[in-house]
């Protein structure tokens, strides 16, 4: 096993570069990468990195010549013939060739678009421009690299021992959470950690140790390369940057009030299974469903990714019962903020009613809270999100009013084509 204190503390970056792969990234991109793709290739598109959390001024903190190596780095990087042979060959959600060939080709050769790069107001202004299936990709190797060089920020003063005693620290926090894991009957847990997690080899540890401590209760991690080097299942399915885009592309209110179900449409026709998850919440998960065609009510389940989660998860109950499906046969996911003590509580308040999965995210990958004087690892929140597509701005409404984004005017008109009204503002801790 890796000796991370020693390595962060021995750091050449180029032994350990931030991204390591082209497939150092969540399954999920890359399916909706296929998607764009075969649906959307020739949309342009911009995205931008947004820190929700104003207090870490990052560009302060991290060095901008270090953050231009690592961005560099990444445009450096092509799939490797054994990564291109595992996505070509291996079983995905129980489909082989889930990756097309023509997709496949074109992803053998892609080298990842330029940058602009800028600093404003203590922040970094982090922009991709291109066309939709090239700078998509951009999204969790920026985020990684920010967040990865944050950390090593902090810990670059730091001497050997008190590394050690810190990972140390770090370890038994997150072993501690294992254990309290797992006396849960039926419970199925992924790593949902990439985008923010501490570093690299500190995602690895996290997912070799829910590997041991849980078994078969984890049911795999979102990172691919993670995936394909553990040999662990890649697990993931679509996210809010489909529906925002079509949604931007959008000519009038009514194609506008259309483009959710037109995104889920295209996915019906490429993916069947446990990869017909609805994300409902892009625009209100209750207006969504209300209006919802009946076909949708026979996928899979539903993932619950912002808002209350126990409230987001009965109105989907109440909506299956309401279109006559049995929600005992249902699955939602839980993937927001989760900490142990909300994945208990969630499992035990829907155990029998449906079935159950959670998505851990950052306080699995980075949870160095409490462990740093002035808490100077603490996680915060780091997005990067598609802005606009064909020029025009794109909008996400959220079940969480402060995850909202987008101009103002167009937020309001969102809020009205898509009967938003009052929402409940939860604080955005990751």
Not at 313 to 324: F, H, N, Q, S, T
Request: glycine share 6%; charged share 25%; with cysteine.
């Amino acid at each position: 096993m890796v000796d991370i204190a020693t390595r962060v503390y021995n750091h050449k970056w180029k032994i350990d570069p931030i991204v390591r792969s082209l497939i150092d990234t969540d399954f999920y991109k890359l399916l909706m990468c296929q998607s764009v793709f075969r649906n959307r290739p020739d949309t342009t598109v911009t995205f931008s990195l947004i820190n929700r959390s104003k207090d870490i001024r990052l560009a302060e903190m991290i060095d901008e010549g270090e953050l231009r190596e690592q961005l560099d780095h990444v445009r450096s990087l092509s799939l490797k013939r054994g990564e291109s042979t595992w996505m070509r060959g291996n079983t995905f959600y129980g489909k082989r060739q889930m990756f097309r060939s023509d997709f496949m080709e074109w992803f053998e050769n892609l080298r990842l678009p330029a940058y602009q790069l800028e600093k404003r107001d203590g922040q970094y202004e982090l922009t991709f421009e291109g066309s939709w299936p090239e700078v998509m990709l951009w999204e969790i190797p920026a985020l990684s690299i920010l967040m990865e060089l944050r950390s090593r920020a902090v810990l670059g003063p730091m001497k050997k021992f008190e590394l050690q005693v810190l990972y140390a620290r770090a370890m038994t926090k997150l072993w501690e959470k294992v254990k309290q894991l797992q006396p849960l009957d039926g419970l199925k847990i992924a790593d949902f950690g990439t985008r923010r997690r501490h570093s690299y080899l500190w995602q690895d540890w996290c997912v070799q140790a829910m590997v041991e401590g849980l078994g078969n209760k984890f049911t795999g991690t979102s990172n691919c390369h993670i995936a394909m080097k553990r040999d662990l299942e890649a697990v993931g399915t679509n996210a809010h940057e489909l529906p925002m885009v079509y949604s931007a592309l959008a000519q009038d209110d009514a194609t506008l009030a259309a483009a959710p179900y037109d995104v889920l449409r295209d996915w019906h026709e490429e993916h069947s299974g446990n990869l017909r998850i609805i994300l409902p919440d892009t625009y209100g998960t209750k207006g969504f469903l209300d209006r919802a065609p009946d076909w949708l009510a026979g996928w899979t389940g539903i993932r619950i990714d912002s808002g209350d989660p126990a409230t987001g998860a009965e109105v989907a109950i109440d909506w299956w019962k309401a279109r006559g499906e049995d929600p005992t046969k249902k699955l939602v996911i839980f993937s927001d903020g989760l900490d142990t003590d909300k994945i208990i509580e969630l499992h035990n308040q829907f155990k029998g009613r449906v079935k159950t999965s959670f998505g851990w995210g950052t306080l699995l990958t980075n949870d160095f809270r409490g462990l740093t004087p002035d808490d100077a690892l603490a996680p915060f929140s780091l997005v990067c999100k598609a802005i606009s597509a064909n020029g025009h701005p794109t909008v996400k409404l959220s079940d969480n009013p402060k995850k909202a984004m987008g101009p103002a005017e167009e937020v309001e008109r969102y809020k009205r084509v898509f009967g938003v009204g009052e929402q409940e503002a939860m604080e955005v801790v990751v």
